[in-house]
């Protein structure tokens, strides 16, 4: 089944501590997108990527880091930087234009710093 | 500055029964809105995208409004179902902006 896997679920780290969240998609979209979820709150941007090796900071990159060295992965790295990193991160792609078509969402992964 | 904004925040109705949310935004220039489904603990799915031209748009027992005039969508859940418990989200895209704006969701709990 095509689709967007995020892993791991769920992620517990120290304050301090840089820690990697993966996102991997077979549906052959171009774009990929990282989103942060709190609680009430609308969905927020963190960085998206409309082609492999380049990628954009969204509404809120600071302390946050991506890559995108294949079309398939589009990691997220949530540094010490962050200063309030404990969220669930949603990952999402869509077709090159997506203007007229759904995102497709992984199912996220919480992250929790003590 | 573009917002979406849903209503009510949340909502709890019996099984069996319909609902309305609403959506008002801000977003322009306008491209399209999308309703999402959000389960509690998982990703967002999509239920219908619709575009300027566009005022009605159905999928299932789900059917979505558009009004470009007063800038307003409503998304309607008939014959609600145990399984509709969920968060829905209006999402707003601008033609030139690249990005789309989300709205907070509202939280709809169907019980039996």
């Known amino acids: 089944d095509g689709g967007i896997t995020q892993s791991p679920k769920y992620l517990f780290r120290k304050e301090g501590q840089n820690v990697t969240l993966s996102c991997e998609q077979n549906?052959?979209?171009?774009?990929m997108y990282w989103y942060r979820q709190d609680p009430g709150q609308g969905l927020r941007l963190i960085y998206y990527?409309?082609?492999?090796?380049?990628?954009q900071k969204g509404d809120i990159a600071e302390g946050y880091s991506v890559s995108r060295e294949k079309k398939e992965s589009f990691p997220l790295t949530v540094t010490s930087a962050q200063k309030n990193p404990t969220a669930f991160y949603l990952c999402a792609s869509s077709i090159s234009n997506p203007y007229n078509s759904p995102l497709h969402f992984g199912n996220g992964t919480r992250l929790t710093v003590t | 500055k573009n917002q979406v904004e849903q209503s009510p925040q949340s909502l709890i109705i019996l099984e069996g029964k319909n609902c309305t949310l609403q959506?008002?935004?801000?977003?322009?220039?306008?491209?399209?809105l999308r309703w999402y489904k959000q389960d509690t603990g998982r990703g967002p799915v999509s239920l219908t995208i619709?575009?300027?031209?566009?005022n009605t748009k159905s999928n299932g027992r789900y059917t979505a409004t558009l009004d470009a005039d007063t800038k307003q969508s409503s998304l309607h859940i008939t014959a609600s179902q145990l399984s509709d418990s969920a968060s829905y989200i209006c999402v707003v895209s601008a033609s030139d902006a690249g990005k789309s704006t989300f709205g907070d969701g509202t939280t709809l709990t169907v019980k039996p």
């Open positions: 549906l052959n979209h171009d774009a």
């Open positions: 959506c008002n935004y801000t977003v322009s220039p306008f491209s399209n």
């Open positions: 619709m575009t300027f031209s566009e």
């Open positions: 990527s409309q082609i492999v090796n380049d990628f």
